[in-house]
């Protein structure tokens, strides 16, 4: 089916491992994005990238590390996970600058447990 | 750079009752104003969206916001909503000409009471 998904949907990991965040689109657009959802914080931009090849960090940046090889993935990578890396993750895509809107579709989201 | 406030956490509200949920943005430079919807356990979906022209935006399911711009507010209102409506809803900004980022507010629950 086109659109954006995420896996896995639910993890639980231990602190110190590595936990990989897939995202996929199927709509090619240029832009991705990587947010996490907290009580209190709303969605905070992590990572976000304007095509393959460019990342660019967001507002939290720390303990993540993003890649982008293909246009249609956007794995985050946490190295050594920390408990308050305990979150919803979202992924979300945008169509590129000629059709900026900023309008952006998201995926249903990654919840991670970190003991 | 753009932020936004949403002045309440938590919005309850019995069916069938009118309700407006407040936004409010700061940014020195022309921008876009959205309202997403989040249902439980699902990713953020665009609810209505302002980008330029008309101050007042309408959504296919009843809701409407107007852009104020000496205010700078944005407030989403319903006249009647239903239970179908109880959702946590996120405003949003990001600069118009060209930019992508977008920043978030940090959401309003809407509780829709029977």
């Known amino acids: 089916d086109a659109g954006i998904t995420q896996s896995p949907r639910y993890k639980i990991t231990e602190t110190g491992r590595q936990v990989t965040l897939m995202c996929h689109q199927t709509?090619?657009?240029?832009?991705m994005f990587w947010y996490r959802q907290d009580l209190g914080h709303g969605l905070r931009l992590i990572y976000y990238?304007?095509?393959?090849?460019?990342?660019d960090k967001g507002e939290v940046p720390d303990g993540y590390v993003v890649s982008r090889s293909k246009t249609e993935n956007f794995p985050l990578t946490l190295e050594s996970a920390t408990r308050s890396q305990t979150s919803v993750y979202f992924c979300?895509?945008?169509?590129?600058?000629?059709?900026?809107?900023?309008?952006?579709?998201f995926g249903e989201g990654s919840r991670l447990t970190v003991l | 750079a753009q932020s936004v406030t949403q002045l309440d956490s938590q919005v309850p509200v019995f069916e069938e009752a009118p309700v407006e949920l407040r936004c409010n943005y700061s940014?020195?430079?022309?921008?876009?104003l959205f309202w997403y919807v989040q249902y439980p356990n699902q990713g953020l979906q665009l609810l209505l969206k302002?980008?330029?022209?008309?101050?007042l935006v309408e959504s296919i399911n009843g809701f409407e916001a107007e852009f104020n711009k000496s205010q700078t507010s944005f407030h989403l209102r319903k006249p009647s909503v239903h239970i179908s409506d109880t959702a946590e809803y996120f405003c949003?900004?990001?600069?118009?000409?060209?930019?992508?980022?977008?920043?978030f507010g940090t959401g309003t629950k809407l509780q829709v009471i029977p």
């Open positions: 979300a895509s945008s169509q590129g600058l000629a059709f900026n809107t900023g309008e952006l579709f």
């Open positions: 709509w090619s657009h240029s832009y």
């Open positions: 990238s304007a095509a393959a090849d460019i990342t």
């Open positions: 940014s020195s430079v022309s921008v876009y």
């Open positions: 302002y980008l330029s022209g008309s101050t």
């Open positions: 949003a900004v990001s600069l118009s000409g060209g930019y992508q980022k977008v920043t």
